[in-house]
């Protein structure tokens, strides 16, 4: 399925040039215990809608940044730095 998405720095560009990392997870504390570590590591939701996750404009400008992606169809999707997450909460 192609799709578009909107880097921060480049606009709208075709999905063929980025990359798809993960979903968006909170990284336990650094103390976090074995099991917690663990699961943020290697398990994901996977979740059916709307969710966060982690794009790399490979093709473009090189830069990390995170989307909101209905994972049903492909749409609706926003596109922000990290650093606007940490402003949204
Ligand atoms: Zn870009």
């Known amino acids: ?3 578009q998405l909107n880097c921060p720095n480049c606009g709208k560009r075709a999905v063929s040039e980025f990359s ?3 979903e968006y997870m909170e990284r336990p504390e650094a103390d ?3 099991k917690e570590w663990g699961d943020y590591i ?3 939701e996977n979740k059916k809608g709307t969710q966060t996750e982690w794009w790399f404009h490979r ?3 090189q830069s990390w940044f995170l989307v909101e992606r209905d994972t049903t169809n492909n749409t609706d999707h926003k596109s922000f730095w990290y650093k606007d997450l940490k ?3």
Request: net charge positive; hydrophobic share 40%.
């Open 1 to 3: 399925m192609s799709f």
């Open 20 to 22: 798809f990392k993960c």
């Open 32 to 34: 976090a215990d074995f």
């Open 42 to 44: 290697f398990l994901r």
């Open 59 to 61: 093709s473009g400008c």
């Open 87 to 89: 402003q949204k909460k």
